[in-house]
């Protein structure tokens, strides 16, 4: 896999990780301990996939390894003929300057690779979503009626028309006489009822509040609302992440190249190429993020039952 489709991949995941990352900070809750732990793998993810970019070629990597080498003892030799040493003097600085290089090499590769990556990555232009670009002034709106015609404004209400009298059947039945109506009764007649001690209290009118000890608490209702709305918020973010974690183990795999993607060979691959093996870290701390937000979903589920 070549260097400019590696950055152009890692590029792509690393957008899908910053969207997760973002709505794990809208959802407002990121002080609880599975998704700090979360936020802590994926802002970890992101620097191995940044190193994973910035990894320089074998045949580069033999070069400036020999010419470091070189400087250290040459350095070394000029140092210690300064000093009027011998050449057992000579020997022990320039084996101690290349011990000392040894051990710094991988704390240098990884800033070196740190500075690589994010120069490489910068170039690579990231399209993760669809962009929604406005029609252009004068174009025709997908919901504007044709050229030419007038819409009917929803404010009128459609014409009615008026049913015409039908003409009287010679079948039709006679109407039976409208009986008076009952006499309301006087004033005078109508007594007070006699309220007695076991008469039923007056109902809550509509719209007002029972009593108190049949409303719910208000603690408990606030905590079921801003559940929800976490939940909602982050529902979307494990599937964003299984996306990344797909286009990752493509990577990996093409990376290692058609043909060798046994165990044993997968295995070799990761001791062996330094991508790799960034990859293969990257990959283990997604698995990890998505896991603890699944964990936290499903702690807010428990608590909105």
Same mark, same amino acid.
């Given at each position: 896999m070549s260097a400019r489709a590696l950055s152009a991949e890692l590029a792509a995941i690393r957008a899908l990780v910053t969207d997760g990352l973002t709505e794990i900070g809208d959802a407002g809750d990121a002080g609880q301990v599975w998704l700090r732990s979360a936020t802590a793998r994926l802002t970890a993810l992101d620097g191995a996939l940044t190193e994973a970019a910035g990894v320089?070629? %074998? +045949?580069?990597?033999?070069?400036?390894? !020999?010419?470091?080498?070189? /400087?250290?003892? %040459?350095?070394? %030799?000029?140092?210690? &003929? %300064? /000093?009027? /040493? &011998?050449? !057992?003097g000579t020997l022990t600085v320039a084996g101690t300057a290349l011990l000392i290089t040894f051990a710094a090499l991988p704390w240098a590769g990884r800033h070196v690779y740190t500075l690589l990556g994010r120069h490489r990555l910068a170039r690579v232009p990231v399209h993760s979503r669809p962009s929604t670009a406005s029609a252009p002034a004068g174009a025709p709106s997908r919901l504007s009626p044709p050229p030419g015609t007038s819409p009917r404004s929803p404010a009128s209400p459609p014409a009615t028309r008026t049913p015409l009298p039908s003409p009287p059947s010679p079948f039709a039945l006679p109407t039976p006489p409208s009986q008076p109506a009952a006499a309301a009764p006087s004033p005078s007649s109508a007594r +007070?009822?006699?309220?007695t001690p076991f008469a039923s209290q007056p109902s809550s009118p509509p719209g007002t509040a029972g009593p108190p000890d049949a409303a719910a608490p208000p603690g408990v209702s606030a905590l079921a609302g801003v559940s929800a709305l976490a939940e909602n918020r982050l529902a979307a973010v494990p599937d964003r992440l299984l996306r990344a974690r797909v286009r990752l183990v493509s990577a990996a795999l093409r990376q290692v190249g058609a043909g060798s993607w046994s165990a044993p060979e997968l295995r070799r691959a990761i001791r062996t190429d330094p991508v790799v093996r960034r990859l293969a870290h990257a990959d283990q701390l997604l698995c990890q993020a998505v896991d603890c937000v699944e964990r936290h979903l499903g702690d807010l589920r428990k608590d909105g039952l």
């Open positions: 320089l070629a %074998a +045949p580069t990597r033999v070069l400036a390894v !020999t010419i470091v080498t070189f /400087l250290v003892v %040459a350095g070394s %030799a000029t140092l210690a &003929g %300064a /000093l009027g /040493l &011998g050449t !057992t +007070p009822a006699t309220p």
